[in-house]
Every structure is written in structure tokens, then in C-alpha cells.
């Protein structure tokens, strides 16, 4: 899987992309109580939703149209770039016209409804490029592998995106309505049982003749700025930073595998030629394929060997063997002591976690777990192989596990492992 050149490149565009769709859509509402200062920002915000939404659904046919014509790759790259140079120069815009002219927000909402769609139209796409380049390299077809891989990936960098910003608020000072009682959506009638005021905060209640958003104030003139929807200027600069500078540079982050992703419309097609190719020989008599030319690389292609030996040794890296090819047991106690080591973390963590008893520790335990997570079946899938396995160590003649087995099966038995 490593060696599938063109599915590093597609992680190394995904990981970015996810972080780019998914944030603004995150923060929007931050930015549009806070920067904005809007005590009614419910109404701005499922209006902003609204275009975002049909902006979105719009962009799906012309992204497709794009692919069909340049190819799925090439018809991300301008979608990408536009986005990221709208939030940057967006991003530069002061508060202050943000605040007078509450108007761009709906148009900020459509790059927002692009960056949202963007994810879920090409990108797949593009995987099932790689799988089909794969199946190439290796005369098997593993889409279940490399969507797997991808989706854990993107789930954990979601995991991230979703929480690291809210991380950063609160370090900064964020306060849930920088500390008043009640107001900017959250009834002081209901709250606090004071049925006339729009907020209560410390040294300032907004008295009125009922406790609706925009009620005129009795004792005191209208402020610019309900207190209730203020933060202070760092919590107001790392909202507009997660929100519009980040995707920009993820934006533009995303692009650049883009440019090197070898798989065009045409050498897709080649692919699947050589694909066809290779089937047909290895269909032939003597089951000895016919050799098909990379279209990649430029190189003659034969079948991979598939036996249970080669399937056994794909488990591991060509370090691993190397470090372990004169003691084969060497491998077990490797494999037993990195699995020790995730659970040894797993612990820690944990107690770290019920030691400190923090938001912020807490979180960041979790995302420390949910990595781990990730790597201890990896390395227990591994040892499970090495234990059941019936390969053999590379230039060796030493069997690992069992003494049983030949080096030419079919290797089922070791895949299953």
C-alpha cells in the first residue's frame, strides 16, 4: 500500500481537505456572535446556512462537468484555490466592516457551501483511481484496505478539527457570553426568571420592557456592542484565525499534491487497459501472465508473487526483516514489546486523564487515545500473523511459527491471519 505512489499523494491531499471543509462550517457561528458582535445572530446564520447550502448543491454539477473535461484531479485544483484565496482575502477584512456591513457574510457563504461540497464530490473519485492503480501493481484488487486506511484517517482528523479550535477559545479566555447570566438568544425570562431585561452581565443589565432580541432599553442608551456577544481580542483573533486563515492555507496545502498526482483522465484509462491486459494473460494457458507496461512509470509489469511466503513477508518492512532475519524470534518480542508499549500508553493516558480531570486534559487524552487506538490492532494483527504464520524469513530458510507449510500455497491462510 505504501508503495502506491499515487495514494500518498491522495492522504497527503485528503488530510488537508478535511481540515478545509469541515472547520468554517464549524466556526461560522463564533465569528458571527463574536467578530460581528450580532446579539441576533440566529436569523444571519440560518440565512448564511441557506446559500451555503444551495451554493453547494449548485457546485456538484459543475465540478463534475469540470471532471469530465479535465479530469478529476485538475478539476479540484481551481475549486481549491478559489475558496482558499476568498477566505484569505476575506481573513484581511478588520472586524469593524464586518460589523457595518453584515451583507458579506452571505456572501462569505458561498466559498462556504463550496469548501463543504467540495470533499464529497472528486476526492472518492480520485481513491478509486489509486485502488484501480493498485490492483495494477499487485493483481489484487484491496478497495476495502485502502478505504479503511482512509476513512480512520479522516475520522481522527476530523476528530481534530472539531475539537482542537474549541481548545484554543478556551485558552484564550473564551467566556459563554463573556460571563453574563443570560441575553444574545438565551432567555433571561427563562434563565433567570427576570422577564424584563434582554441581558444580565456583570455591571451592565439591559432592562426593557420584555426580554426580546432589539427591545428598546429603558435606563440606558443602546450600546454598539451587546456585552453579552463580546470576547476579548485574542478570542476574537483565534475565532477569525480557525475560521478563515486556516482553510486558506489548507486550501492551498491540498493543492499541491494535486499538481503531482500522476493519474490523469487518459493514464486511467491506460490502467485499466493494462489491467484487462494482464487478466487476460494470466487466463491464458500456463496461467503465466502477459507482461504489461506501467503507465506511470514507464516500466514492464509481471504478476506479483502471491504465495503465502510473499503475502507473509508484506506484513512487515524490509527493516523489520533486516533487523530480525538472523533471529526470527526477534520479530515476536519486537512486535509483543510495541504492543506493550501502546497499552503502556493507553494506561498512562488514562490516568492522566482522571488525574488532572480538566476539559483540557481530558480532550487532549482523547485524542491521544483515539491515535493509539489506531495503532495497537495494527501491531496485534501483525503479532496474530506472526504467530499463526508459516512464512519464511527473506534469504534465510528460517520458518517462522509453525514448521508446517509450503513456500509455494496459496497463502488464503496467512492473508486471513
Request: some cysteine; proline content about 6%.
Amino acid at each position: 500500500m505504501l508503495g502506491n505512489r499515487p495514494y500518498l499523494l491522495y492522504l497527503a491531499m485528503r488530510v488537508p481537505m478535511s481540515i478545509f471543509s469541515l472547520i468554517p462550517s464549524n466556526i461560522v457561528i463564533f465569528f458571527l456572535k463574536h467578530n460581528m458582535a450580532l446579539e441576533d445572530y440566529s436569523g444571519t446564520y440560518f440565512g448564511a446556512l441557506i446559500v451555503a447550502i444551495a451554493s453547494g448543491v449548485a457546485s456538484v454539477p459543475i465540478m463534475v462537468g469540470c471532471a469530465s473535461r479535465q479530469g478529476k484531479s485538475r478539476a479540484l485544483i481551481p475549486f481549491l484555490l478559489s475558496c482558499g484565496t476568498i477566505y484569505l482575502a476575506c481573513f484581511l477584512i478588520p472586524d469593524s466592516v464586518w460589523t457595518s456591513i453584515p451583507f458579506l457574510i452571505y456572501v462569505m457563504a458561498v466559498p462556504l457551501g463550496f469548501s463543504t461540497a467540495i470533499p464529497f464530490v472528486l476526492p472518492d473519485a480520485i481513491l478509486a483511481d489509486t485502488i484501480d492503480y493498485d490492483e495494477l501493481l499487485t493483481g489484487v484488487r484491496s478497495a476495502g484496505m485502502f478505504t479503511v486506511v482512509e476513512t480512520n484517517l479522516q475520522q481522527w482528523v476530523e476528530i481534530v478539527g472539531g475539537v482542537v479550535p474549541l481548545m484554543v477559545f478556551q485558552i484564550l479566555g473564551y467566556k459563554p457570553l463573556n460571563g453574563c447570566g443570560c441575553g444574545c438568544g438565551v432567555s433571561c425570562d427563562i434563565s433567570l426568571g427576570m422577564p424584563y431585561a434582554r441581558w444580565v452581565c456583570d455591571g451592565s443589565v439591559g432592562y426593557t420592557c420584555s426580554d426580546q432580541i432589539g427591545a428598546p432599553l429603558i435606563y440606558q442608551p443602546e450600546p454598539e456592542e451587546a456585552p453579552c456577544a463580546t470576547q476579548n481580542d485574542s478570542v476574537n483573533w483565534g475565532i477569525k484565525v480557525f475560521f478563515l486563515l486556516i482553510p486558506s492555507i489548507c486550501a492551498y496545502l491540498s493543492v499541491v499534491p494535486l499538481f503531482f498526482m500522476p493519474i490523469s483522465k487518459q493514464k486511467h484509462a491506460e490502467i485499466l487497459a493494462a489491467i484487462d491486459a494482464g487478466a487476460k494473460g494470466a487466463a491464458d494457458e500456463g496461467g503465466t501472465p502477459d507482461e504489461v507496461l506501467d503507465p506511470l512509470s514507464g516500466v514492464l509489469l509481471q504478476r506479483p508473487d502471491l504465495s503465502a511466503r510473499a503475502i507473509y513477508q508484506a506484513h512487515f518492512s524490509p527493516r523489520e526483516w533486516i533487523c530480525t532475519a538472523a533471529q526470527p524470534s526477534k520479530l515476536k518480542a519486537l512486535l509483543g514489546a510495541r504492543l506493550t508499549a501502546w497499552s503502556l500508553c493507553a494506561a498512562g493516558l488514562l490516568a492522566m486523564m482522571a488525574a488532572v480531570g480538566t476539559d483540557t486534559a481530558v480532550t487532549i487524552g482523547a485524542l491521544l487515545l483515539a491515535l493509539v487506538f489506531m495503532l495497537m490492532p495494527y501491531d496485534a494483527l501483525r503479532l496474530k500473523t506472526v504467530l499463526a504464520g508459516q512464512g519464511t524469513v527473506p534469504g534465510g530458510g528460517t520458518e517462522l511459527g509453525s514448521t508446517g507449510g509450503s513456500d509455494t500455497s496459496t497463502g488464503s491462510e496467512v492473508a486471513r491471519a
